[in-house]
């Protein structure tokens, strides 16, 4: 069974500063691993898709990596912003359609 | 971009009654769509697998005949909370992969999400 782990849970850092949130899973057979933001009450929104066959993705000050062989996957976020504090969550696609196993994912609070 | 449309986005019921929650996809047709019960502080468990003109599929644990999911279009799925008790209280979330952006590898897009109260 794919289990998800983001650790740690919760993570508070001055604007400006260059962050890196950690994902790790059991399971490496796996097509995606997809990262999310959820604004609190809020759906997700998806930030990058990685597939399995890719090392990293980029978007704006975004960057998420994977290794499959170890397990895991960084989400890079540069010059963090108040407007970024949310909760992070990272999921991995498995199995028949591609069902996503999620972690409890990482709130971040950025301190103007 | 894909766009997934959840309603209502909150609603409080009295234990006993039923609610039904629904989830659109607006600019695409979606064959399969999921759903997600999200408890605070948790990450988000997937339900059933709804897969549009057949039955749903149930995760492991989950009780189908008390949540009802019917797929009858390519952009609407329903879940129906069957005589709710408190313990149900929760956020559900649902979500679509638009089949043109890529199979399996395409994102999953998610609805805003639904606040269900049970008192």
């Known amino acids: 069974k794919q289990e998800v782990t983001q650790i740690p849970a919760a993570l508070s850092v001055p604007e400006g500063e260059n962050l890196v949130l950690n994902c790790s899973f059991t399971d490496s057979a796996i097509y995606n691993l997809q990262w999310f933001r959820q604004d609190p009450g809020k759906g997700l929104t998806s930030l990058l898709l990685i597939q399995s066959s890719q090392r990293e993705q980029t978007s704006g000050r975004l960057n998420a990596s994977l290794d499959k062989s170890s397990g895991r996957s960084t989400l890079y976020i540069a010059a963090s912003q108040p407007g970024d504090s949310a909760t992070y969550l990272c999921a991995v696609g498995t199995g028949a359609n591609s069902k996503l196993t999620f972690g409890k994912g990482i709130t971040l609070s950025v301190r103007p | ?119």
């Open chain 2, 1 to 119: 971009g894909a766009v997934v449309s959840q309603h209502p986005s909150w609603v409080i019921c009295k234990s006993g009654t039923s609610v039904k929650i629904e989830c659109r996809s607006l600019d695409f047709q979606a064959t399969t769509m999921f759903w997600y019960r999200q408890f605070p502080k948790q990450s988000l468990m997937l339900m059933a697998t709804s897969n549009e003109g057949s039955k749903a599929t149930y995760e492991q644990g989950v009780e189908k005949d008390k949540f009802l999911i019917n797929h009858a279009s390519l952009t609407l799925s329903t879940l129906t909370v069957t005589s709710a008790h408190p313990e149900d209280s929760s956020f559900y979330i649902c979500s679509a992969r638009d089949p043109g952006g890529g199979g399996y590898n395409s994102p999953l897009h998610f609805g805003n999400g639904t606040r269900l109260t049970v008192t």
